[in-house]
């Protein structure tokens, strides 16, 4: 496998919308396609962690949801969470405890998540069950189909598809590689 694909680029470009770790000026972002109930996701989530502690301000990380509702009954709602999360200005908050807790995606459960991180919970009870954030993740969703995106977790670096491996070492040599300009 090659570090990055030229076939698969990211559609649409990184916008105002995502949402960001890390300065929007970083010479590298990292986007990842991702789905909450999704085993490798979640395997993936402390490396990225370690990797955005490592590269520090060469980095800006972006989260995109790709639910698999065929195989992850879960994911569609836990993305919804997220994103009802981030309506109050907790997405990150929200997404790391989706992948801590990644046993515990049920609706009692992201309830449960939403008042220990401090969220109001009878907001994001409304929200969830007027489905406010559907078409949100539905757009995140089609965008990875546009993007070339199968499967989870599917990353690009600066806009290109990362096809080679996602260990913490492959990851920061593809990135370095991508903020030397090589």
């Known amino acids: 496998m090659t570090g990055q694909s030229r ?23 990292l986007v990842e396609y991702g789905d909450y109930q999704c085993p490798y996701c979640g395997q993936a ?4 962690q370690k990797l955005l502690a490592r590269m520090g301000s060469k980095v800006r990380f972006v989260f995109r949801n790709f639910p698999l509702q065929e195989i992850h009954p879960n994911a569609q ?18 997404h790391d405890r989706l992948y801590e807790h990644q046993k515990e995606l049920k609706q009692e459960n992201l309830i449960r998540h939403a008042g220990a991180i401090g969220l109001d919970v ?7 069950a007027e489905g406010t954030y559907d078409k949100r993740v539905r757009d995140d969703f089609f ?32 990135i370095e590689a991508a903020g030397s300009g090589a």
């Open 7 to 29: 076939h698969s680029r990211l559609v649409p470009p990184v916008n105002e919308q995502d949402h960001s770790r890390g300065p929007a000026s970083a010479p590298v972002t």
């Open 45 to 48: 989530y402390p490396i990225i």
């Open 77 to 94: 709602m836990a993305a919804e969470a997220a994103e009802a999360a981030g309506a109050q200005g907790k997405f990150w908050e929200m």
């Open 122 to 128: 009878n907001r994001f009870k409304e929200e969830l």
């Open 143 to 174: 965008s990875g189909v546009r993007s070339g995106v199968n499967g989870t977790p599917t990353f690009f670096i600066n806009g290109s598809r990362h096809d080679g491996d996602w260990d913490l070492e492959s990851l920061s040599a593809a």
